[in-house]
């Protein structure tokens, strides 16, 4: 099998969970698109020094990287839209409830909504292990930092989002109550 054959293949297998992730990171789609194909550009060009890790981690560090080399260059923290990804989670609807999807819908969009607001190093962290599900070691390689490093910015990040649930949840019973 060829360099092209291979990068095709990689493509097919991890467009969307990559996509995905660089939209999750930057909140512009015409952004997501460029980083995506500079990343597969990158992945190309690289291909041949790539040392047979797992491809996933390994691609989703060189879209990172790219993410990285963008906001260097662009020398701006507000890169945020306020469009909210179409769909966080594909999910067999043939036994579930319209009522039960739309919960999950929004609990989903509710904690991407809370991960926006946290910092770009802890919201990738928490991104990659608990929606991509990316081992420690992974997130460790992919970040450029130690694993010790990446478990408190996980910690930290996980914390913040739970604080920001409870202030919400808060918020809305006091809104029902009349407070």
Not at 66 to 77: A, G, L, N, S, V
């Amino acid at each position: 099998m060829g360099k092209g054959e291979d990068l095709e293949n990689i493509y097919h297998l991890y467009f969307n969970d990559l996509y995905r992730y660089v939209y999750s990171l930057g909140k512009q789609k015409h952004l997501t698109e460029d980083i995506v194909q500079e990343t597969f550009y990158r992945a190309h060009i690289y291909l041949d020094s790539y040392s047979g890790e797992k491809i996933k981690p390994w691609l989703f560090k060189v879209a990172y990287h790219t993410f990285i080399d963008w906001m260097r260059k662009e020398k701006r923290m507000s890169y945020y839209d306020t469009n909210k990804l179409e769909s966080h989670m594909e999910k067999e609807v043939q036994n579930k409830s319209a009522e039960y999807e739309f919960l999950v819908k929004q609990e989903i969009d509710d904690w991407f909504e809370a991960l926006e607001t946290l910092k770009v190093t802890k919201r990738n962290a928490v991104l990659l292990r608990d929606y991509f599900h990316f081992s420690y070691d992974e997130i460790a390689d992919v970040m450029g930092i130690s694993q010790t490093k990446t478990k408190v910015t996980i910690y930290r990040g996980r914390q913040e989002l739970k604080k920001l649930r409870l202030k919400r949840d808060g918020e809305e019973l006091g809104k029902r109550d009349g407070l």
